[in-house]
Structure formats: structure tokens, C-alpha cells
């Protein structure tokens, strides 16, 4: 165990003795569980001092734990010592009274801000109030302790510790990934065309359907417009005016041109998000299992604006599987339009003819040979 003078000298001269004597103790308005945490973020700045390392994200908690509480402790000390002898002065006596504050009144707060002025004026004043000059003291120990560790605060907060069990997907070389793009590209592309008509009129009747609200206030808008409808209601109404209830009008004579934009848009976003996303799902496979023997479109349509794509892969050992993906818009239960990507693997075969159960894509990566 190491001395207490070997740890003053480890730790800069730094000395929070006197906030572990306050924090051994209950403390008014902080439970048990709060000052358990202030205690282990004393402990926290202790080592960071004596490692000359912090993270601001860990130094900011520390701050806030340990100067609340002391705060806490102040104020309950200040009440027990220094306001019954204040109220036990003749209210009408203003000459007592005047001279008490004079004599006894802190100069400062009860924060970290005012630390060394209070502990100055409670040490002088010991033996009248003690616990005042105790957690005064325990303020100025923390302050001190705190801009000793300032000069070695790191950007930001710990790296959270590695999950050995948690799958870290790897990533296919350039030269893969490139190929399979090509792949998919050729498929999307074929999309492409369908899918910009049918984005192209489901806008169109969007932009009809909101025709109806012009004139409509911001809360209205906010009330009337659909969330599908939304990102195309931003293109199609200008307020006129400055004020929260001013009316905003509907420019219908820039409805072809912004409708054709977000139609253009919606249509490139979709097409290489799903290029993106089956390259990444596909090209670890062929990676692992080199050039497939087989590969074959067996569904490439459009829906009602949803892409809709199934393809086969297979391979001359006889291993082989499909892959379905369907990209579409959708709203998030608090009226959030985004977009997503279901992939699912399915008849997924093993090289010795066996069928992988739930295949998923953790389990293609690690198992499909």
C-alpha cells in the first residue's frame, strides 16, 4: 500500500481527503445512491490526476457530481450554523444585525466560482462555525484538484470497451466490390425508368391533394399535410408574411418544375441506395467463394414506387442462394418519412448439399462454403 506522502507526490500535491471526509456523511436532499456516484468520481479524479489522463466527457461528469454535492453540503451547514444565531438577534436591533453580516457573511456563493475567498473567511471563523469551514475547505480541495487535471483533458469521451462477442462485419477488397457493383448496377438501371414514372405521378396526385390548403396557417400545414407529403408540401407553400398565423400559398406554377426535381431525386436516391446496400451484402460472399457459375434475375420490378429484386447465385460446388431486397419509402411511427432496405437471404445451400436454417447475414459470412 502506498503512503499517503507517496501518493501526494504521484498526485501533484493534490489532497481530496477533505471531500472523502464530507462525502462519508449524509448530506441533505442527496440520497444515498447520488452520493455513492460522487464518491466514485472522487476516486475517478484521483487516478486521472495521478495518470496525468482524462477524457472532458469524464471530467465534466466528475465536475458536476462532486461540486453539486458540496453545494448540498453547504447550504446544510449554512443552515444548522449560521442562521440560528442570525434569527436569535432582535429583528428590530439593525445595528446587531448589520454587524453579524459585516462580521460573518461569506464574500462569495456556495459554488466552485467562490471556493478560495470562502474558505479563507470560514477558516477564520473555525470555531464558530465549523462544518462551514469543513465543506468550504473540501471546495477548495476539489477546485484545486480540478485545474490540476485541466491541462490534461482529452477531447471527448472513452472509447466504449470491444464486445469479444459482438460481430464485426470485415470488408471485401476493391476489386471484389467493384465487380459486384457492376452486378447490381445493371439490374438498377433497368429499374430506373419505371420507377421515376411512378414517383413522378404519386407526386403529381401528392401536389393536387395539397391544393387544398393554400391559405392554410403553419399550424394548419403541420396538421394537414401527410407525412409522405411533407419534404414536397416544403417545395409547394411560401408564407405570406412574417407572422406565425400568416397565411402560406400554394405556387401552383411550380409544380411541374419541383415535382420533375424531387421526382429526379427521390429516383437517384433510391437507385443507389440499393446498389450500395447489395453490393455490401454480396461482395464478402463472392470474396469468399470467388466468381459464382451462376447468376441469374429471377424478379425486377417496380411496385407502387417499391423496388422489388430477387436474384440466384450459385456456385460449380453446388452451394448457392437467393437474395431478396425491396427499397422503399416509409413513415416511422412519429410521422418520420424515410427510407429503408429489407435484404433477406433465402434457400441458402451448402457445398455438401445441406440448407442453412434463418439464414442471416452475420451467419452467411462466418458459415456459407
Keep these: 500500500m502506498k503512503s499517503f506522502k507517496t501518493f501526494i507526490n504521484e498526485t501533484n500535491g493534490v489532497d481530496l481527503s477533505k471531500v472523502h471526509a ?7 436532499h442527496v440520497k444515498e445512491e447520488r ?10 479524479l484521483e487516478h486521472a490526476i495521478a495518470a496525468k489522463s482524462i477524457w472532458n466527457a469524464d471530467f465534466t461528469d466528475i465536475k458536476d457530481r462532486l461540486a453539486r454535492v458540496l453545494e448540498y453540503a453547504y447550504d446544510e451547514a449554512k443552515d444548522r450554523e449560521y442562521f440560528p444565531p ?17 462580521t460573518y457573511e461569506a464574500p462569495g ?22 462544518g462551514l469551514a469543513r465543506v ?26 470491444v464486445d469479444p462477442n459482438k460481430f464485426v462485419k470485415p470488408t471485401a477488397n476493391y476489386d471484389v466490390r467493384k465487380e459486384v457493383a457492376g452486378w447490381v448496377t445493371s439490374s438498377a438501371e433497368q429499374l430506373r425508368r419505371d420507377l421515376h414514372d411512378q414517383i413522378h ?8 391533394d395539397l391544393k387544398r390548403l393554400d391559405g392554410s396557417t403553419y399550424q394548419q400545414l403541420k396538421k394537414g399535410v401527410p407525412a409522405s407529403a411533407g419534404l414536397l408540401a416544403q417545395r409547394l407553400f411560401k408564407a405570406d ?6 397565411p402560406h400559398r400554394f405556387l401552383e406554377q411550380d409544380v411541374a418544375s419541383v415535382v420533375g426535381k424531387f421526382a429526379d431525386d427521390q429516383t437517384n436516391d433510391l437507385i443507389n441506395f440499393y446498389i450500395a446496400k447489395n453490393t455490401d451484402k454480396l461482395a464478402l460472399l463472392v470474396q469468399k467463394k470467388g466468381h459464382p457459375a451462376e447468376h441469374k434475375i429471377i424478379t425486377n420490378r417496380v411496385n407502387n414506387g417499391v423496388i422489388e429484386n430477387k436474384q440466384r447465385f450459385g456456385w460449380a460446388d453446388g452451394s448457392g442462394f437467393d437474395i431478396y431486397t425491396q427499397v422503399e419509402y416509409a413513415t416511422s411511427p412519429r410521422g418520420v418519412y424515410f427510407m429503408r432496405m429489407p ?14 436454417a434463418r439464414p442471416t447475414e452475420e451467419k452467411m459470412i462466418k458459415e456459407f462454403n
Design 22 to 28: 464530507i462525502l462519508a456523511q449524509p448530506v441533505r
Design 35 to 44: 452520493l455513492q456516484l460522487a464518491r466514485d468520481a472522487a476516486k475517478k
Design 86 to 102: 442570525l434569527q436569535a438577534l432582535d429583528p428590530n436591533d439593525n445595528a446587531k444585525r448589520m454587524a453579524f453580516f459585516d
Design 109 to 130: 456563493m456556495s459554488g466552485l466560482q467562490s471556493a478560495k475567498k470562502n474558505a479563507a473567511h470560514w477558516a477564520k471563523h473555525h470555531d464558530k462555525f465549523p
Design 136 to 161: 468550504s475547505a473540501a471546495q477548495l480541495a476539489l477546485k484545486d484538484a480540478l485545474d490540476a487535471i485541466k491541462p490534461f483533458i482529452q477531447k471527448g469521451r472513452a472509447p466504449k470497451p
Design 201 to 208: 405521378t404519386r407526386l403529381l396526385k401528392q401536389a393536387n
Design 241 to 246: 408574411g412574417y407572422r406565425v398565423d400568416s
Design 343 to 356: 435484404t433477406r437471404f433465402a434457400n441458402v445451400t451448402m457445398a455438401d448439399g445441406t440448407k442453412m
